[in-house]
C-alpha cells in the first residue's frame, strides 16, 4: 500500500510542477540557469537508466558484435537519446526537478 501512495504524492507533485512554455521563456538568470541544471541532471539520470537497460540485453553473446568500437558508439548514441528525451519527452521530470530545487532553495532564505 505504500508504493501506492506514494504514486499518488508523486502524480500530484507532478501536476503541481508543470510550467507553460511561456513561463519557461520568460526565466532570466539564476532560474534560467537552474532550468538548464535540472535539464542535464535529468538527461544524466535518463543516460544511467538507458546504459543499465542495455547491460540486460547481453550483445557480447551476440555474434555481430562489434567489439570496443560498437560500444563507443552506442555510448554516444545513448547519450544522445538521453538528450533528446529529457528536451522532449521528460519535460515533467524537468519541471518536478526544477522546482524541487526552487522550493529548496526557498526554504533556506
Given at each position: ?26 526565466l ?43 560500444e563507443?558508439?552506442?555510448?554516444m ?33
Open positions: 500500500m505504500n508504493i501506492d501512495n506514494n504514486y499518488i504524492k508523486l502524480k500530484a507533485d507532478l501536476s503541481k510542477s508543470k510550467i507553460k512554455m511561456e513561463e519557461v521563456e520568460k532570466e538568470g539564476k532560474d534560467l540557469k537552474r532550468r538548464e541544471v535540472a535539464e542535464e541532471f535529468a538527461s544524466l539520470f535518463t543516460q544511467m537508466l538507458l546504459k543499465e537497460l542495455r547491460k540486460s540485453l547481453h550483445e557480447d553473446e551476440n555474434p555481430l558484435y562489434g567489439g570496443f568500437t560498437e563507443v558508439f552506442k555510448d548514441l545513448y547519450e544522445e537519446y538521453s538528450k533528446q528525451l529529457t528536451k522532449y519527452g521528460l519535460k515533467p521530470l524537468v519541471d518536478l526537478i526544477y522546482s524541487s530545487t526552487l522550493r529548496m532553495d526557498q526554504g533556506n532564505t
